[in-house]
Each structure stands twice: as C-alpha cells, then as structure tokens.
Antibody
Framework: QVHLTESGGGVVQPGRSLRLSCTAS????????MHWVRQAPGKGLEWVAV????????YLADSVKGRFTISRDNSKSTLYLQMDSLRPEDTALYFC???????????????WGQGALVTVSS | DIQMTQSPSSLSASLGDTVTITCRAS??????LNWYQQKPGKAPKLLIY???NLQSGVPSRFSGSGSGTDFTLTISSLQPEDFATYYC?????????FGQGTRLEIK
C-alpha cells in the first residue's frame, strides 16, 4: 500500500528557511519522479516542483525558483523541499505527490500525502 | 506557461443529476489532461488521466472527454460522496498547472 508522509511544516518568520520531508513507503521511491504541490488556505492547487526518479533533473515553478530546492534520497525513501527566503505568500499546505509514471515521468499524480502546513508570518 | 480555466467555479446539483465541468487550456495540450477530486481536509485524489482513463477504483459514473484545448468531466447519477471540489491539471509541459477548481454542492 502506497503511503506518503510529509513532515517539517510549521510557523516561520518571513525571510527564514524550512525544510519539508516526504517519506515514502509501499513502493520503491527510485522508480518514480516526485512532485510538490501546494494549496494556500481556502485556495486552489498550485504545482511547485518536480524531480526525476534519479534526482538528476528538476523543475520549479517561477513563483519559487531561486528560493526553493527539491531533492531526494532514494536510499532513505525520502523526498525533500528546502524552502529559503520564505514569504507570507508561501503560506500553504504542501503536498508531496507521486508521479504516475515510472522512470519516464507522466507528470500527473496518482498518490498524495496528507500535507504539511507551512505558515509564514511575523 | 499554460493557463487552465475551469467553468463553472461552483455548481449546485441534486442527487441523481448529471453534471458537466469544463476545462480550457490556453494552448493545445493534446490529450495531457487529468482530473482530481478533493474533499475538505483531504488530499486530492486522481480520478481521470489522459482525458478519459479512469483511475483504478473510480466509479464508472465519472467520464472525461476532449482534446486540444477543451475538455469536460461528466458525473452521471450524482451520489452523496461526489460533492467535492474538482480540479483539472495539464501534464503537457512544466509548469504542470491546475485549473482554479469547481466546487460541486448539493442543491
């Protein structure tokens, strides 16, 4: 049974950093590209970032490019999102999501975690 | 970047009704269109991928169609568990944008 569990959320001041983790179980993480998607309170879904199955390629949304970094440690079955220079508009529930494809990502999401809440406020 | 626009933003319907939600892409995305259902306080759930393919376990009352820039999600014979928010998402090219969502409410 596929399971994704995010951790690392919390309240942080503007300009500070936070790192989210997403621990995978029930499947081999190295077989899938992985994504982060966020949802501001009461708002819709916003795709944030993707990383290839081996970690060799990534792509980030313009809204976070230069501030956020996506990475993974397949040996630990864990996906990460390093968030630097946080802004109030980054306040959201951050979901990790499994790419439905294998080594070649299909770029849609067949399993999601329950999310980690990040609040950026002074 | 590709913009996804859903209509309507909200919709009221009764049990047993058939409803249609529309999603339009700002440029052609071929058939790289997917639909998700989200209930309050829960993670989104994949319903349909690549326009019309039902994800495993999704009831057959859900169907999708379209190509290019215009797509639809149809839900037949609405059940109580179908009242939720629905999102389309394009997987043609990064950034993999979502529509703004359609909230389906009970009339």
């Amino acid at each position: 049974q596929v399971h994704l569990t995010e951790s690392g959320g919390g309240v942080v001041q503007p300009g500070r950093s936070l790192r989210l983790s997403c621990t995978a179980s029930g499947f081999t993480l190295s077989d899938h590209a992985m994504h982060w998607v966020r949802q501001a309170p009461g708002k819709g879904l916003e795709w944030v970032a993707v990383i290839s199955s081996d970690g060799g390629k990534d792509y980030l949304a313009d809204s976070v490019k230069g501030r956020f970094t996506i990475s993974r440690d397949n040996s630990k079955s864990t996906l990460y999102l390093q968030m630097d220079s946080l802004r109030p508009e980054d306040t959201a529930l951050y979901f990790c999501a499994r790419d439905a494809g294998g080594y070649s990502g299909l770029d849609y999401f067949d399993h999601w975690g329950q999310g980690a809440l990040v609040t950026v406020s002074s | 970047d590709i913009q996804m626009t859903q209509s309507p933003s909200s919709l009221s319907a009764s049990l047993g009704d058939t409803v249609t939600i529309t999603c339009r892409a700002s440029q052609s995305i071929s058939d790289y269109l997917n639909w998700y259902q989200q209930k309050p306080g829960k993670a989104p759930k994949l319903l349909i991928y690549v326009v019309s393919n039902l994800q495993s376990g999704v009831p057959s009352r859900f169907s999708g169609s379209g190509s290019g820039t215009d797509f639809t999600l149809t839900i037949s014979s609405l059940q109580p568990e179908d009242f939720a928010t629905y999102y389309c998402q394009q997987s043609d090219s990064a950034p993999y944008s979502f529509g703004q969502g359609t909230r389906l409410e009970i009339k």
